[in-house]
């Protein structure tokens, strides 16, 4: 499995969009997971502790070489406390866009 194969079954394990991802690591561009995903550029150093510092069960050693299983124990992910406050905030957005475009559609119809 290459770099961009492991990156791209995290992201799909953690059940994210790129972007989603992206944001889940504080990153406002999701450029370089780009990258990473097309094969462009391999898992940086940098990205890699990032991954690790918001997703601890993830074995570093299977993200960066292949080593190992992709998890560190059999749980579900730990999210850090930025990654669940980044997650609220989302759907806290999405619960917004829901309402506005409910009350669009009930002005609609009357």
Request: hydrophobic fraction near 40%; charged fraction near 25%.
């Amino acid at each position: 499995m290459t770099e961009s194969e492991r990156l791209s079954a995290v992201i799909n394990y953690l059940g994210l969009n790129t972007s989603e991802f992206a944001r889940s690591l504080g990153m406002d561009n999701p450029v370089s997971i780009y990258h990473v995903i097309r094969g462009r550029n391999g898992v940086s150093s940098e990205l890699a502790n990032r991954i690790i510092s918001v997703h601890p069960n993830l074995n570093m050693g299977w993200l960066l070489f292949g080593q190992g299983e992709m998890l560190l124990s059999g749980n579900k992910p730990e999210y850090s406390d930025k990654s669940i406050i980044n997650l609220i905030d989302q759907n806290k957005k999405l619960v917004e866009i829901v309402e506005e475009l409910t009350d669009q559609v009930k002005k609609k119809l009357l």
